[in-house]
C-alpha cells in the first residue's frame, strides 16, 4: 500500500495565504483587465476601499509593511495625475503663467492614478501570501504550464534565493586580500563592489550552465509527468473568486446606476 502523495502545506500567512496560487493571480489579471475600461475616479476609489480592506483582513501584514508596499504605486499614480492634470485639455479649473489644470485631466489622471493603487494593493497581497515554489507547483499542475518552463523559473527562483549569501561569501574572500579600512570595516567603495558584482555574475553564469545540464539529464520536457507534492484546488477557492467577481461586478453596476461610471468616452 503506497502512501498518499503530499500536498503544500498553505496554512501561514492568514486566510489569503491558504488560497490557491493560480486562482489569486487569475484574479489579479481579470480586476486588472476590467480597470483598463474604466475612466472614473469613484469607481477605482470605491474598488481601492474594498481591496485595501479585504488584504489587511486575510492577511497577517504589519500596517507599516503595508505602507511601505504603497510608496512605489503612490510615487507612480502621483507622476499620472499631475501628468494628466496639466496636459490634458478641458476646462481651466487652475491657471498659473504656463501651467494650466483642467477639469478633466484630474478626472483622468485620479482615476489612472486610482486604478495604479488597486493594482498596487492587490499585487502586495499576492506577493505576501504566495509562495513562488507553490505558484509554480500550481500553474503547471492547473494552469498546464509547461515543465520546461516550470523548472526553469524553480531553478532561477532557487538562484535569486541563494544570492545573498553567494554575495556575503564573495566580499568575504574579497576582505581576506583586500586591506581592512582602518575602523576594521570592509571596502565599501565603487570599484570594490563592481568586483564583487561582477564575481556574482560569473558565479551565477556558471550555476546556471551546471544547473540546465542538471535538468537536462534528468528529463526536463519530458512528458507525460507526474506531481508529487501537489498544490490543492478547494472549494474555498472557488468561493473566493465568484466573492471577487460578484464584489467587481456590483461596485461597477453600482457606480453605473449613481451616473460615477466613465469609460474611454471620457479620454475625448
Known amino acids: 500500500m503506497t502512501a498518499a502523495p503530499p500536498v503544500w502545506p498553505l496554512t501561514a500567512g492568514g486566510t489569503l495565504a491558504r488560497r490557491n496560487p493560480t486562482v489569486k493571480l487569475a484574479l489579479l489579471f481579470v480586476v ?47 507622476g499620472i495625475l499631475v501628468v494628466n492634470a496639466l496636459s490634458r485639455p478641458g476646462r481651466v479649473l487652475w491657471e498659473a503663467g504656463p501651467l494650466r489644470v483642467t477639469v478633466e485631466g484630474l478626472s483622468v489622471g485620479g482615476s489612472l492614478a486610482l486604478r495604479t493603487l488597486v493594482i498596487g494593493v492587490l499585487a502586495i497581497g499576492f506577493i505576501v501570501s504566495t509562495d513562488g515554489v507553490a505558484l509554480m507547483g500550481s500553474l503547471h499542475q492547473h494552469a498546464r504550464l509547461g515543465s520546461r518552463i516550470t523548472y526553469a523559473v524553480l531553478a532561477g527562483y532557487r538562484m535569486l534565493q541563494e544570492m545573498p549569501r553567494e554575495w556575503q561569501t564573495i566580499r568575504q574572500a574579497h576582505a581576506v586580500r583586500a586591506p581592512l579600512r582602518p575602523d576594521g570595516s570592509l571596502p565599501g567603495g565603487l570599484s570594490a563592489h563592481g568586483r564583487a558584482a561582477y564575481t556574482l555574475l560569473v558565479v551565477s553564469v556558471r550555476k546556471g550552465e551546471r544547473m540546465a545540464q542538471s535538468l537536462e539529464a534528468r528529463g526536463l520536457g519530458l512528458t507525460p509527468r507526474t506531481v508529487w507534492r501537489k498544490v490543492p484546488l478547494l472549494r474555498a477557492d472557488w468561493l473566493m473568486a465568484g466573492a471577487v467577481i460578484l464584489v467587481l461586478g456590483g461596485i461597477a453596476y453600482l457606480s453605473h446606476v449613481l451616473g460615477f461610471l466613465e469609460g474611454y468616452g471620457a479620454l475625448r
Request: proline share 6%; hydrophobic share 65%.
Open 32 to 78: 486588472s483587465l476590467v480597470l483598463v475600461f474604466i475612466f472614473d475616479p469613484v469607481t477605482p476609489a470605491a474598488l481601492y476601499l474594498v481591496a485595501l480592506a479585504a488584504i489587511g483582513s486575510s492577511t497577517r501584514l504589519a500596517v507599516k509593511t503595508m505602507a511601505l508596499g504603497h510608496v512605489p504605486f503612490l510615487a507612480f499614480g502621483l
